[in-house]
């Protein structure tokens, strides 16, 4: 019984090893702990919910909406190129006849009784020169003069007459172009600017020999013939171009800012149907 007694309170020995790994093992777990919390600090991860979506495709339309303004109006005249309904031309007469101030398209060949030469001896139909200056990030017109007789567009025996002094940003044609400095040109026009000021010289014109896209509202005119003449809100177009090349004529021959502003827009609205559908059925899950 004694010798039972005496071996209980003999102090039993301690397992060093086993201890001092599991003091290793804790403290190891403990310097990945607070190694961990910088990292999870730094990357946050907040999750992405429709607004956000929403929000970048209203983003991507309006980048897109301001690269398509700074052409001016003849944006809109390029998508009046693309969208306006053709009609023919005995159509467009009874349009006119019967008072519907409609829209439309139609298509022929330019005439006109009298016609006027230009240096190559083509017989014109309309003519404009402009001055322009770069003022202020853009070009302005200094200086504009035009010629023009009475002229229609004919199809087949059916023709209808042009409203040419209704022609403004409407006029799609090639281009001549001759550019300098104001330093570079005499006279009063170009002497209230600075010498080093880019100038320019823009000839449009039309001619007897083209086949022409006329866009407006058919309408009887002063002498009760019918013409084509700016309505309905919308300008006089007339354009001799293929659509190709009426585009690039349209955006000045620039590529990247148009295509910048299609792929702008075009991610816009997709990002903005996307977050719109994902917000519905979000809610109706909820």
Do not use: K, N
Not at 69 to 94: C, D, F, M
Not at 118 to 136: F, G, K, S, T
Not at 175 to 191: D, F, K, M, W
Not at 222 to 250: K, Q
């Amino acid at each position: 019984m004694s010798s039972l007694t005496a071996e209980a309170s003999r102090p039993r020995p301690t397992r060093r090893g086993g201890s001092s790994g599991s003091l290793r093992a804790r403290r190891a777990r403990g310097e990945m702990t607070r190694r961990s919390r910088p990292i999870d600090g730094l990357l946050p991860s907040p999750p992405v919910t429709p607004l956000v979506v929403i929000a970048a495709g209203i983003v991507a339309i309006a980048i897109g909406s301001l690269l398509l303004r700074s052409y001016g109006p003849r944006v809109r005249v390029g998508r009046l190129l693309a969208v306006t309904p053709g009609v023919t031309v005995a159509s467009a007469r009874e349009l006119a006849a019967s008072g519907t101030r409609r829209y439309v398209r139609v298509d022929g060949r330019l005439d006109a009784d009298e016609v006027f030469p230009d240096e190559h001896q083509r017989p014109l139909v309309y003519r404009r020169r402009r001055i322009e200056a770069r003022l202020r990030g853009g070009w302005r017109v200094i200086d504009e003069q035009r010629e023009s007789v009475a002229f229609r567009v004919r199809e087949g025996i059916d023709e209808v007459g042009v409203d040419a002094d209704a022609i403004g940003d409407g006029l799609v044609t090639l281009v001549r172009e001759s550019a300098g400095t104001a330093g570079e040109v005499t006279g009063q026009l170009t002497a209230r600017l600075a010498p080093d000021t880019p100038v320019r010289l823009r000839i449009e014109q039309l001619s007897t020999v083209e086949h022409a896209i006329v866009l407006g509202v058919p309408a009887p005119g002063a002498d009760g013939a019918v013409l084509m003449t700016r309505g309905t809100g919308r300008p006089l177009v007339v354009c001799t171009l293929e659509r190709e090349e009426a585009m690039r004529v349209l955006a000045d021959g620039a590529r990247a800012r148009p295509v910048a502003a299609a792929v702008s827009l075009a991610c816009g609205l997709a990002l903005l149907v996307a977050g719109v559908g994902w917000a519905l059925v979000a809610g109706s899950a909820g």
